[in-house]
């Protein structure tokens, strides 16, 4: 495929740092009932005519290559033990423990009691429904608070699949969601999804019928649930850019939790139109929700192996629910993030631990058990990485994706970011001079200042997505 900008001399000046470009907020908007939410402007798939949908994603997936995953197997899990040995992986976590003890102690900057205190509070969230999130949250909003019978005595709700889609993205957005795609399972698709849990070890198995169910050995998921609606979260980029410190792991928990609100309140909205909505109380463990985003096209895969999306650079993270409503499935897309990936490696060079490759092209190679194949890749030394968290204390470092150009969502780089994203997305000769320009490594920022910031709700502003 050829790419032609289309950059006028005015958008190449402001390129150059002499002008900047701006973003539209997003309206929000009262809806009075569902045909107002269907055509509400959340609800439409509006993209800058720089991104292109594409029948493939753009990176290369050989399906047949491809098996369904072991959660059991991920890093955080069972992973790292059968990387390094179960006895270092012991020795490690104790040393971890210690080091998270007298970073306490010792008023560590970054990992103060009030840091940490910050993440366990962002946590919460999410903790509180992982364990009971598979068939929703077991309880019905009173008929004098939503105006439904209790007893569930009308018809269910009909729509076509592209109707159902856009009104699911209405509803998810003003649920908190920042982009919404939706995937069907096939023969393919349901590679992504576990074969066993890694929180709880339980098998997830599709079956032929007609209610989902679980049992103390497996979840299941019935064959006619076969649409999975993906969405992605915002983390506040001026909390990433403060790793590898507690308060970095802040906007993680926060997004985590974030995405549970939402996988809870899209749980009750399906459910009360009379159909299955399906979680894994969104730590991922029914399957790869990145891959799912990519499959969506909520954003490309990247040098960090994990998804970009074309707004917000990884500053996102990726959840998924699974359900019988008929729904159309949205394209995936090229913006050239993953052509950029090619010339960039700026957060493989900023890696401390050396964990993500700093190989021109991708590869089909897994580095090992923690890795499903099939996908033309940057595979990550995960190891190495998890390893680098022990030595902080058991908290995520997250230099990677504060470093990447796509993340720095108020500096220069992004002030002038739509022109920049245009000519990544068709003019790939310009890749090598961003990667320059950005000077800024976007981390290492200094955690005491950020409690005297004036930040918005969640520390983010709110721009338009995709």
């Not at 359900?323 to 913006?335: M, W």
Request: net charge neutral.
């Amino acid at each position: 495929m050829k790419y032609h900008t289309t950059m006028s001399k005015k958008t190449l000046m402001k390129l150059l740092g002499l002008g900047n470009t701006g973003a539209p907020g997003i309206v929000a908007s009262a809806f009075q009932d569902l045909d107002e939410v269907k055509s509400s402007p959340a609800a439409g798939r509006k993209m800058p005519r720089w991104i292109k949908e594409v029948d493939k994603p753009t990176v290369e997936i050989d399906w047949d290559r491809m098996k369904r995953f072991d959660g059991s197997n991920i890093m955080f899990v069972n992973g790292f033990a059968q990387a390094v040995g179960p006895d270092n992986a012991m020795k490690l976590g104790g040393h971890a423990a210690e080091t998270s003890k007298q970073s306490i102690l010792k008023s560590e900057p970054g990992f103060t009691l009030r840091d940490k205190a910050l993440v366990a509070g962002g946590w919460i969230t999410s903790l509180l429904t992982t364990e009971h999130a598979f068939l929703g949250p077991g309880i019905n909003v009173p008929a004098d608070l939503c105006g439904i019978p209790e007893d569930l005595s009308y018809p269910r709700y009909e729509g076509t699949p592209e109707e159902n889609t856009q009104m699911v993205r209405a509803a998810a957005k003003i649920y908190g969601a920042a982009s919404v795609g939706v995937v069907e399972l096939d023969e393919n698709t349901r590679k992504l999804i576990y074969s066993h849990d890694g929180w709880d070890g339980r098998k997830w198995e599709f079956e032929d019928v007609d209610k989902a169910y679980e049992n103390k050995k497996k979840k299941v998921i019935p064959y006619k649930a076969q649409w999975v609606i993906v969405y992605t979260v915002r983390m506040s980029q001026p909390s990433m850019s403060l790793a590898p410190s507690t308060l970095e792991e802040a906007a993680t928990s926060m997004g985590y939790s974030e995405g549970t609100s939402v996988q809870l309140r899209l749980q009750q909205f399906i459910t009360r139109l009379g159909y299955q909505c399906l979680a894994d109380g969104n730590m991922g463990t029914s399957g790869n929700s990145p891959g799912f985003g990519i499959l969506a096209g909520l954003g490309e895969m990247s040098r960090l192996n994990r998804m970009i999306s074309p707004r917000w650079g990884p500053m996102v993270r990726v959840f998924k629910v699974i359900t019988d409503l008929p729904l159309a499935p949205t394209k995936p897309i090229d913006a050239g993030i993953f052509r950029f990936c090619r010339t960039c490696k700026k957060c493989a060079e900023f890696c401390p631990t050396n964990a993500l490759s700093m190989e021109t092209e991708p590869s089909w190679e897994v580095q090992g058990p923690w890795n499903n194949p099939g996908v033309k890749t940057y595979y990550e030394k995960a190891p190495n990485c998890f390893s680098g968290w022990l030595s902080l204390g058991g908290h995520d470092c997250g230099i990677c994706l504060a470093s990447c150009p796509f993340s720095k969502q108020d500096k220069s780089f992004i002030h002038i970011h739509d022109s920049v994203r245009q000519v990544i997305a068709t003019t790939p000769a310009f890749n090598g001079m961003f990667h320059k320009l950005d000077t800024d490594p976007g981390y290492g920022k200094d955690p005491e200042a950020w409690w005297n910031l004036n930040l918005p709700p969640h520390g983010y502003n709110n721009t338009q997505g995709t």
